[in-house]
């Protein structure tokens, strides 16, 4: 059983910077894939950023350049940095994993537009 608990949304204005965290409940949080979703309104849910248990990253096409994301086994967390915020970012941000076949989500953090 996998619990996640996304954070850090808020509002943002274009060429700003917001940081989200996903904190899990996980005995082995370490060697989980973690993957970052976002849905904005009106449209299908975009897989953005991904990170694996040896830290291997990869990043959709309309994210990379401006999105990093990290992890930190100890506090089972898992960092997306996102940077010069696009009017087409905001969005609620879902963070995911999979364990024994079975899918995880959080209940998502939302990211607004201020302007």
């Known amino acids: 059983q996998v619990h996640l608990a996304e954070s850090g949304g808020g509002l943002v204005q274009p060429g700003g910077s917001l940081r989200l965290s996903c904190a899990a409940s996980?005995?082995?949080?370490?060697?989980?894939?973690m993957i970052w979703y976002r849905q904005a309104p009106g449209k299908q849910r975009e897989l953005i950023a991904v990170?694996?248990?040896?830290?291997?990253?990869s990043y959709a096409s309309s994210v990379e350049d401006r999105f990093t994301i990290s992890r930190d086994n100890p506090k089972n967390t898992v960092y997306p940095q996102m940077k010069n915020l696009k009017p087409e970012d905001p969005a609620v941000y879902y963070c995911?994993?999979?364990?024994?076949?079975?899918?995880?989500w959080g209940q998502g953090t939302q990211v607004t537009d201020s302007s």
């Open positions: 995911h994993t999979s364990l024994l076949r079975r899918d995880y």
């Open positions: 990170i694996d248990s040896k830290n291997i990253t």
């Open positions: 996980a005995r082995n949080f370490s060697i989980l894939t």
